[in-house]
């Protein structure tokens, strides 16, 4: 950490920077008092006297953070945001704050303070201007850090000063750029940003002026332009999973009651549930939920099961919600690998995570050691570690009719469901490098039915599996031209986390 330090960036408006070489706050001084703009470092009476100020009349936002709240304690007046900042600080919000969730346009990694600040006023906005002293402000949208962001915009005999917070930075790179994954799977926080960077890049701005990294006062459309670039080729790369390839959908047949036979002993049952059984009586339910059970009580008849076992390839409520209903219910054996099973056994431990589902009451009844084969009935079932989606996810392989079939879970789809990804997002602990080792795995495995979740049972492919590794590099690249490099590892930081 290094020492703050505070320099004179225009003495003809007043303008002034503190920056520890990583962030900066900056304010504006006239007639002994100041303004401060977007506070990630604290001005502190002692900083304000050294810039000729004795107190803060007001403070401006380029966004709601927890960090800026905090540096804005004490004297500084009131806080002004945008008004899509309201519903972000409202007490309700906050409240429900406290449980992870991802839900669009509010990044998992928006981080409001624990209470409501005072002295709010939701008024910069792109209908109005601000004005303080002899200045005068206007504003534009630049959504990416939730909905929510903003750049001001201060015009000064000749000058255009841009303060556009933490979404452009030197180098054309994006401070943090987790932010932008609004939702697990899409690139709707990425275009949302772009948004705002091409009505940016159009402005003739001469200094621009971030939260974080070196102010850029050469060619500072050149450098938004250059940010543009990346966020669009970041969001390229989350939306081209596997361009141009097609696999054939696996066939199969009406079995009744919402299930579909795929092979003779093998349904599924709808979503991302499917039912397989034993060679004598058992049967082993995958990702099925409580919605299902008439299914499921109908092809346990079909196929002559009175044993039961269930299964989920990961921790998402939408794949385990079942487990403690079938336990119950129906008698189940409840089978999970050991990494699944610390999140269902207990996922308030684990509440930086997304879709966590309903606790089981009592721990599974047996752990699948992975890689080792576990006798069920006459199969061999064998548990793989299969990051892609979360790194907490499995994929569970059996030859079972002749054919070798891999449940996959919600790592890879048909191109035609989802874009053929279930998605790569920091929140759920996905990375290229996971979705890339899984694929390779698969590629070894070899499996002939690919018995996805989500209703995509397709045929394997191996020039899929070959474009998801080649899509694994784009996107690791990609990442690495667009976030800052004084956020540390930046995305991977968080990835690792």
Known sequence: MHASQIEVLSKRCGLWRISDRRANSYALVEGGSALIIDPVLRWSPKALQTVGASQADAVLLTRPSKCRFKNCM?????????????????????????????????????????????????????????????LRFSFLSMPGHTEAAIAILLEFEGRLFCFCGDSVSEGGTFWEP????????TSVGARAALRGLDRLSNLPITDLLP???????????????????????????????????????????DAGHDARRLLPRLY?????????????????????VPSQTETVR???RLSKVERLAATATHYHSDHVD?????????????????????????????????????????????????????????????????????????GISVRLDGVRVLFSGDNFFAPLRYNGTGGCCIANGSSPEGYADSARKVMALKPELIAAGHSAAFRYSPKYFQEVLKWAGKYRRTLERLHHPGDGAGYFAAQAG
């Open 268 to 288: 599924h049952l709808g979503a991302s549930a499917y039912f397989l059984a034993g060679d004598s009586g058992s049967g082993l339910l995958i990702d099925a």
């Open 322 to 394: 079942g487990l403690e209903h079938w336990r119950k219910s129906l008698g189940a054996t409840i089978v999970l690998s050991r990494s699944v099973a610390a999140i269902v056994c207990q996922p308030g431990r684990w509440g930086h995570l997304p879709f966590l589902g309903e606790p089981l009451s009592e721990p599974p009844d047996m752990i699948a050691r992975l890689e080792k084969p576990l006798a069920f009935d006459g199969l061999d079932l064998t548990w793989h570690d299969l990051p892609g989606q979360t790194r907490y996810h499995n």
């Open 298 to 300: 109908h092809v346990m």
């Open 211 to 253: 939260a974080h990294g070196e102010p850029v006062r050469k060619f500072p459309r050149a450098t938004i332009r250059k940010t543009r670039r990346n966020v669009a080729a970041w969001a390229e790369a989350k939306e081209q999973f596997v361009p141009g390839i097609q696999v054939d959908s696996w066939p199969g047949e």
């Open 74 to 134: 004490g004297s500084h007046g009131a806080l002004h945001l945008s008004a899509a900042a309201a519903p972000l600080l409202s007490e309700e919000f906050l409240a429900l704050r406290h449980r992870h969730s991802l839900r669009s346009p509010v990044s998992p990694f928006y981080d409001p303070p624990a209470r409501r600040p005072q002295h709010l006023v939701f008024d910069l906005n792109e209908s109005g201007n601000f004005v303080w002293r002899s």
């Open 178 to 185: 987790h932010h932008l994954e609004w939702d697990h799977w």
